[in-house]
């Protein structure tokens, strides 16, 4: 089941915009530009990875496309049905099938419930089994993701990191979503578990078909994971490019500086690129092209006219003026 250009999640448009006091003592509000006119599309049962630094909007963008942020405007498609104003019982239903792993799997499971009662939550909420039957149900799963049977019976904190980053996938997939949003999984984690629990999203995909908006700020786990990446900067996307041409040929002088800073991705050979200066503040975005504060190719355009995110190569987005 999917949306009919067989994409599970279409967001159009997207704005959110965060009020923040200018300081303790003030009453001045000022706005934190999170998204700014974010259009993106997930194909089902594939992944996009959704890169940036730190603040760039990825956490709100992945939030808003499960509605667990209210977006500001901007439609929202999921199965090819608006969802953007759904109540009631019918976004409870919708909710079954998009789920979300958290980064830190220390403070996503509540430490005062069994792993067992943690997986097989959603069973009992969306009422589809009895609690018989979801104790067999969860130690399946539990199974499945690489955990004994008996994790059932214990509390979060009797496991490692890794372990627990299982049983927060476990919860997710119980419900054999369509779509998981995975914000950061394994950036807590040890580089020696990162690999392992990756490989377990991956095949768990698979087997399940589902699709993932896949966060990360790491580009080798995006490169690892995804078929299409997407790249954000002060709250829009600067690229959107199939995984192999995206790390073969970037197009936007972004994601050529970032690309160069992480020279063992393979690939074409990484230009002499540096990334000058910090991001700039999302209270106050830069004008013209948000980017041209930092960029190596900015010209006096860029500071006053703002790209749109166009077809820049034949599958290929891009929001420059110079590619
Ligand atoms: N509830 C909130 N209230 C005010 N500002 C917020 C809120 N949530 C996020 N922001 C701001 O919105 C911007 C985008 O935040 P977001 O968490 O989406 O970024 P991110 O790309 O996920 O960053 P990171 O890589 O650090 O996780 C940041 O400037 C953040 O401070
Ligand atoms: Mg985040």
Request: glycine letters at 10%; hydrophobic letters at 40%.
């Amino acid at each position: 089941m999917t949306g009919g250009d067989g994409t599970v999640l279409s967001l159009t448009d997207i704005f959110k915009h965060f009020p923040v006091r200018r300081s303790f003592f003030s009453r001045e509000t000022l706005r934190v530009h999170a998204i700014d006119g974010v259009s993106l599309a997930v194909p089902a049962g594939k992944t996009v990875g959704l890169v940036g630094e730190s603040g760039c909007g990825k956490t709100t963008l992945g939030r808003v496309a499960l509605r667990l942020v209210e977006p500001d405007s901007g439609k929202i498609l999921f199965l090819g049905q608006d969802i953007t104003a759904l109540a009631g019982e019918e976004m409870r239903r919708t909710r079954k099938m998009m789920q979300i792993i958290f980064q830190d799997p220390y403070s996503s499971l509540n430490p005062r419930m069994r792993v067992g009662d943690i997986v097989g939550e959603g069973w009992l909420v969306h009422g589809i089994a009895g609690s018989r039957e979801i104790r067999e149900l969860a130690e399946r799963l539990l199974l499945r993701v690489g955990l004994s049977a008996d994790a059932a019976d214990k509390y979060p904190h009797e496991f490692s990191g890794g372990q627990r980053q299982r049983i927060g996938i476990a919860r997710a997939i119980s419900l054999s979503p369509k779509l998981v949003v995975a914000d950061e999984p394994v950036s807590s984690l040890d580089v020696s578990v990162q690999a392992q629990i990756l490989n377990l999203l991956k095949d768990i995909q698979e087997e399940y078909g589902m699709a993932y908006l896949f966060v990360s700020h790491d580009l080798r786990v995006i490169r690892h994971m995804s078929e299409t990446v997407a790249v954000m900067y002060l709250g829009k996307l600067m690229e959107v490019s199939p995984a192999e041409e995206f790390f073969g040929n970037p197009l936007h002088p972004y994601t050529r500086s970032l690309l160069a800073a992480v020279p063992m991705l393979g690939g074409a050979p990484r230009e002499k690129i540096v990334l000058r200066g910090e991001i700039p503040s999302p209270v106050s975005p830069p004008p013209g092209c948000r980017f041209h504060t930092r960029c190596f190719m900015a010209r006096k355009l860029c500071e006053e006219v703002c790209p749109p995110l166009r077809e820049a190569a034949p599958g290929r987005m891009a929001a420059c003026h110079f590619v």
